[in-house]
């Protein structure tokens, strides 16, 4: 039996584990395990053991970034931090469902607000419910599993690991870019 928490808001970017500074970035469709881990540090719960997560579609948006680097201007004797811009694909009304193993650790995800990769996006606790794995199998949705075989991609580098390579697969439900009513 699992304990599921899902979680709603208006907008969610996951960062590409890849390279953040390209021109254009978008949102990947899946939790890496080290975003897992991350959520599951923050929610100060013993263990998250699915999650999947759906959304109405990707919406490109546009942020100023400076570089971490100075320029020095010789003329004009003065440092500039060059600004450049990268249109990000963030997810529009996304939902998270988190699996717990226990309902205390659940009652505990269910009080607290969380956020994917930015603290802007900040997604909010909907509903509780019991589920199967079955049942929870069929929420149509994204869900990296954390295995490795012959269908496993690597996905990014552990940081709280000494960037130790993570390796899953994906699975898909349904249709995870309609927004169904599930829960």
């Not at 039996?1 to 469709?29: C, H, N």
């Not at 794995?133 to 869900?143: D, K, M, Q």
């Not at 709280?160 to 697969?169: A, I, L």
């Amino acid at each position: 039996m699992l304990y599921v928490v899902k979680y709603s808001g208006p907008f969610g970017f996951i960062k590409p584990w890849t390279a953040v500074r390209d021109s254009e970035t978008f949102s990947q469709q899946f939790l890496t395990p080290s975003i897992i881990e991350g959520l599951r540090q923050k929610l100060e719960v013993s263990e998250i053991l699915r999650h999947k997560i759906t959304y109405e579609a990707i919406i490109r948006q546009q942020e100023v970034t400076q570089t971490r680097g100075w320029q020095y201007f010789k003329t004009k004797k003065y440092y500039e931090r060059p600004r450049a811009i990268l249109i990000r694909g963030v997810m529009l009304n996304p939902d998270l469902y988190l699996g717990f193993s226990n309902e205390a650790d659940a009652e505990k995800a269910y009080s607290q607000n969380i956020c994917l990769c930015r603290n802007e996006d900040v997604l909010f606790p909907k509903e509780m419910q019991e589920r199967t794995n079955v049942e929870f199998n069929s929420i149509e949705g994204f869900e990296l599993r954390f295995k490795e075989n012959e269908n496993s991609f690597l996905v990014g580098f552990n940081r709280f690991e000494d960037s130790k390579p993570m390796y899953g697969y994906l699975e898909v439900t349904g249709n995870p870019l309609k927004k169904g009513k599930q829960l």
